[in-house]
């Protein structure tokens, strides 16, 4: 079972920055992608940004590209997630989620493992 433990959240003005983390209690390889969502209060749990273990390939959603940057530190077994420029409306619940089998990575639902989330407030 992998286990994913993220951190970083809290409450930052707009323009502000925030990095969050997320380890994985395995290491992580070739096939493996690892992702960013988040829900905002009363809405669905949307895609924000992945990475492709093999070849450091990433993807944002459109909503935060230049913005946000995600990276991972292989011999950590951890993801990044910097975020520039915030706005109110980036305020939600951020998930990490992994998989390893290949699949969608926009797909919430192709991802296996999710970690327990953090709060991201922007205040204006």
């Known amino acids: 079972q992998v286990q994913l433990v993220e951190s970083g959240g809290g409450l930052v003005q707009a323009g502000g920055s925030l990095t969050l983390s997320c380890a994985a209690s395995i290491p992580t390889y070739g096939s493996a992608v690892m992702g960013w969502f988040r829900q905002a209060p009363g809405k669905e749990r949307e895609f924000v940004a992945a990475i492709r273990w093999s070849d450091v390939r990433t993807y944002y959603a459109n909503s935060v590209k230049g913005r946000f940057t995600i990276s991972r530190d292989n011999a950590k077994n951890t993801v990044y997630l910097q975020m520039n420029t915030l706005k109110p409306e980036d305020t939600a619940v951020y998930y990490c989620?992994?998989?390893?089998?290949?699949?969608?990575?926009?797909?919430?639902?192709?991802?296996?493992?999710w970690g327990q989330g953090t709060q991201v407030t922007v205040s204006s």
């Open positions: 989620a992994a998989h390893f089998r290949g699949g969608n990575m926009y797909l919430k639902t192709d991802y296996d493992y």
